[in-house]
């Protein structure tokens, strides 16, 4: 019943930026953690940011310096703000979401992923 919807994906030159968004709807107790990843063709699944309930974060090395991921409990909406984007990090962003439905039970969530494309 829980939904991750995504948004804000599309082309953009590098140097540039773009701002994604993930809003989770349904019947929402509350959101423990929750995450950007991404996959490019032939590869796995790479975490790229995560931000916890209480607001720690942590990021991929790579991304480090340039993306930022933040939340808005209200809206159950975390984003990720990609700034000096670079060709190699073109490739499908996935939003996850750790949601209590019926506490103390926790399911988790993937949005159905929005495509990035840097190009040089």
């Known amino acids: 019943q829980v939904q991750l919807v995504e948004s804000g994906g599309g082309l953009v030159q590098a140097g540039g930026s773009l701002r994604l968004s993930c809003a989770a709807s349904?019947?929402?107790?509350?959101?423990?953690?929750m995450a950007w990843y991404r996959q490019v063709p032939g590869k796995q699944r790479e975490l790229v940011a995560r931000?916890?309930?209480?607001?720690?974060?942590n990021y991929a090395d790579s991304v480090k310096g340039r993306f930022t991921i933040s939340r808005d409990n209200v809206k159950n909406t975390v984003y990720l703000q990609m700034n000096g984007l670079k060709p190699e990090d073109t490739a499908v962003y996935y939003c996850?979401?750790?949601?209590?439905?019926?506490?103390?039970?926790?399911?988790?969530?993937w949005g159905q992923g929005t495509q990035v494309t840097v190009s040089s």
């Open positions: 996850n979401a750790l949601v209590v439905v019926t506490p103390p039970r926790t399911n988790e969530y």
């Open positions: 349904g019947s929402i107790a509350s959101i423990n953690a």
């Open positions: 931000i916890s309930s209480g607001g720690r974060t």
